[in-house]
């Protein structure tokens, strides 16, 4: 099971309280991954990536296993740690401005 921590105002739109489990068949990915939020919880289209690219948005971040992932290809593997149920996959929302 893949455990997914949203950021608080994401959460709030979709109404989670805490982490979100996934069950991904075969080779879990970023793309499956958010794939399936997006099926659970359709609210969230759009929010952290474009509905039409497919591309994360500008000022979302993923990590896992103390990485910045957010760069990886959409059909990279994810990390066996966070396939395992391990560490979760985290989604940010990055802070700009001064």
Not at 12 to 30: C, D, K, M, S, Y
Not at 58 to 64: D, K, N, Q, S
Request: net charge negative.
């Amino acid at each position: 099971m893949i455990r997914v921590l949203l950021p608080a105002h994401l959460r709030t739109l979709a109404n989670i309280q805490g982490a979100v489990e996934l069950h991904i068949e075969g080779q879990a990915t970023q793309r499956l991954l958010l794939d399936a939020i997006e099926v659970r919880y359709p609210m969230l289209r759009g929010t952290i990536r474009d509905q039409e690219t497919q591309r994360r948005r500008a000022f979302v971040r993923f990590f896992a296993c103390e990485e910045d992932l957010s760069h990886e290809e959409p059909d990279a593997p994810l990390p066996a740690a966070v396939v395992a149920g391990e560490e979760p996959f985290v989604v940010l929302g990055a802070m700009a401005g001064g």
